[in-house]
């Protein structure tokens, strides 16, 4: 099954969307799905998510300091609160990368390691 792709052209429209609605937005973080319904998303709550996320990743890549958390979506006041968000995203990817480092590893280590101390072939992971 095949996902559905948004035109470029599309996903600069809702970036630009996403600015507008943020711009006028005050009040704090703006929910997945609140954002996605002022721009005109339809359809589950889990689909509006992901084309709310394409759209705000597109949103960044035209240069926009869209900030996220766990509450929501909003702009970056200035570029103080930018460049922390930004530091604190490393960090976390830093942190991410060196778990699936440390996985990588023992995934690793269970395929090859102990079965070639008995002789066997399997790959499986039992």
């Known amino acids: 099954m095949s996902e559905y792709q948004p035109s ?4 600069r429209d809702r970036a630009q969307a996403v600015r507008d609605v943020l711009d006028r937005h005050d009040d704090g973080p703006m929910a997945a799905r609140d954002l996605g319904g002022r721009i ?8 509006i998510r992901r084309a709310v996320r394409a759209a705000v990743t597109a949103a960044r890549e035209l ?4 900030i996220a958390n766990h509450e929501g979506y909003w702009m970056a006041r200035d570029e103080r609160e930018w460049r922390d968000y930004q530091e604190a995203r490393k960090r976390e990817l830093r942190f ?5 480092r440390k996985a990588t590893i023992a995934v690793s280590e269970k395929v090859t390691g102990q079965g070639k101390l008995f002789n066997t ?6």
């Open 8 to 11: 470029e052209k599309v996903l």
């Open 40 to 47: 005109g998303l339809k359809g589950s709550v889990e689909s």
């Open 63 to 66: 240069g926009l300091p869209v």
């Open 96 to 100: 991410d990368f060196v778990r699936m």
């Open 121 to 126: 072939n399997t790959t499986q992971f039992n």
